[in-house]
Nanobody
Framework: QWQLVESGGGLVQPGGSLRLSCVGS????????IGWFRQYPGEEREEVSC????????RYADSVKGRFTISRDNAKNTVYLQMDGLTLEDTAIYLC?????????????????WGQGTQVTVSS
């Protein structure tokens, strides 16, 4: 069964860092653009960042620009989200999502494969 599996969440103090990982289980991620989303309780998911198949083209929400970095290592079948300078407002469930595409540089608007999420809690 094809699954996206997130890891790396946890509890961190304000100003701290975490690195989230998204692994393709049962399939390879190199055919997919990958996005990271976050969801607050009772709210819709919002996109945090996205990376194209090539790894060269990326997109960030304004709220995380300059603090978060998305990257991918296709040899390890993993996409990362490095989160620095974390604030209380970054507390959420973080999910990765995949969009299968033939284009190396596309940053999709829609995603059709989702992980279960990992909890990130920023608290002093």
């Amino acid at each position: 069964q094809w699954q996206l599996v997130e890891s790396g969440g946890g509890l961190v103090q304000p100003g701290g860092s975490l690195r989230l990982s998204c692994v393709g289980s049962g399939f390879t991620l190199d055919g997919y653009a990958i996005g990271w989303f976050r969801q607050y309780p009772g709210e819709e998911r919002e996109e945090v960042s996205c990376v194209a198949k090539s790894g060269r083209n990326t997109r960030y929400a304004d709220s995380v620009k300059g603090r978060f970095t998305i990257s991918r290592d296709n040899a390890k079948n993993t996409v990362y989200l490095q989160m620095d300078g974390l604030t209380l407002e970054d507390t959420a469930i973080y999910l990765c999502a995949g969009a299968r595409t033939i284009y190396n540089e596309i940053l999709p608007a829609n995603f059709d494969l989702w992980g279960q999420g990992t909890q990130v809690t920023v608290s002093s």
